[in-house]
């Protein structure tokens, strides 16, 4: 199983704390140098698009080799990362059971294949969202009400936001799209290759 990592400058010392069967990739926004285990790999990319950037980066880079199951997360996890308290979060600390929920992934993943392969191509590290297909940006979709019928919105740049019906219409085509779309508060999750190579290469780079 690959994990990667979103990171700009972000302290990574928890990453000593992922077991080592595990691929660590970190995608590297930043400025300033990090500290990583020797084992980790480090890709340098530029700077934008956030998170997303890095992640649309790795499956480019990855698209003939990816690994059965990829872990995409940000370079500071734990702010987004479900049933983990805040107090830890902020304050800085690693909270342990972030960890745990890896490892507990990682054995429920082989266990469903002992089982037969059953288990699910999407699973959210974080609270799972609906958003409105005529809503804006789904990563703003926590922060402020939208309306269903929004044209446009402008996010804390004061940039205007593509409708993601546009969007969709870009990247898909004539593909109907769904009434509402599910997106993962702080954009973490576990996803399957076959899940990330239903859509082919050329998707990938049109996003980016």
Request: aromatic share 14%; charged share 20%; no cysteine.
């Given at each position: 199983m690959d994990l990667v990592v979103a990171r700009y400058n972000e302290?990574?010392?928890?990453?000593g704390e992922v077991p080592e069967y595990w691929r660590v990739l970190v995608y590297?926004?930043?400025?300033?140098g990090v500290?990583?285990?020797?084992?980790?790999e480090i890709v340098k990319i530029a700077n934008k698009g956030?998170?997303?950037?890095a992640y649309l980066n790795h499956i480019l880079f990855n698209y003939e080799r990816l690994d059965e199951f990829t872990l995409f997360c940000q370079g500071n996890p734990f702010p987004h990362a479900a049933d983990i308290a805040e107090a830890d979060c902020y304050n800085n600390k690693i909270p342990p059971n972030?960890?745990?929920r890896l490892i507990k992934l990682h054995e429920e993943i082989i266990q469903s294949f002992k089982d037969g392969p059953t288990f699910p191509d999407y699973t959210p590290i974080g609270r799972l969202h609906g958003c409105p297909a005529d809503d804006a940006m789904p990563r703003i979709a926590y922060r402020f009400p939208l309306s269903p019928r929004m044209d446009y919105f402008c996010n804390d740049t004061g940039r205007p936001i593509t409708p993601l019906r546009q969007i969709w219409k870009h990247l898909v085509g004539s593909e109907p799209m769904p009434e509402n779309l599910k997106h993962?508060?702080?954009n973490q999750f576990l996803v399957r290759k076959r899940a990330v190579i239903s859509r082919s290469k050329a998707f990938y780079?049109?996003?980016i």
């Open positions: 302290p990574l010392s928890w990453i590297d926004m930043g400025s300033e500290a990583v285990p020797g084992r980790v956030r998170e997303s950037f972030f960890i745990q993962t508060w702080g780079t049109k996003t």
